[in-house]
């Protein structure tokens, strides 16, 4: 079975097994989490989208906090003697989706 879910507002395509990083969720490592907003699902039966769709996706966190690659935000005028250095680390939750019911 494939679902497309919705996290902390980004769409994910998900089945049972897989493993990924979504943006950072309260709890810590090996709690269960559950994600009702469901916009789209398929299987033998056929597909599902929209309001027809009464699934609920379940995972468990595998690690707590990831951190992303880091971004950095120069911003500089010339002949000005204006340099701003910025930068920051996005922080992650990687999960293991452990069912679609």
Avoid: C, W
């Avoid at 493993?19 to 597909?47: C, Q, R, W």
């Avoid at 880091?70 to 939750?93: L, P």
């Amino acid at each position: 079975m494939l679902a497309i879910v919705k996290i902390a507002g980004q769409q994910f395509t998900v089945k049972a097994g897989d493993s990924l990083y979504v943006p950072h969720l309260e709890g810590n490592k090996g709690d269960a989490v559950e994600f009702s907003d469901v916009l789209f699902t398929s299987n033998d039966n056929g597909i599902a989208s929209g309001a027809g769709v009464k699934v609920v996706v379940k995972a468990e966190i595998v690690e707590d906090l990831v951190k992303g690659d880091k971004v950095i935000a120069f911003k500089m005028k010339r002949r000005k003697g204006f340099r701003k250095k910025r930068g920051h680390r996005t922080q992650y939750t990687q999960i293991k989706v452990t069912g679609i019911a």
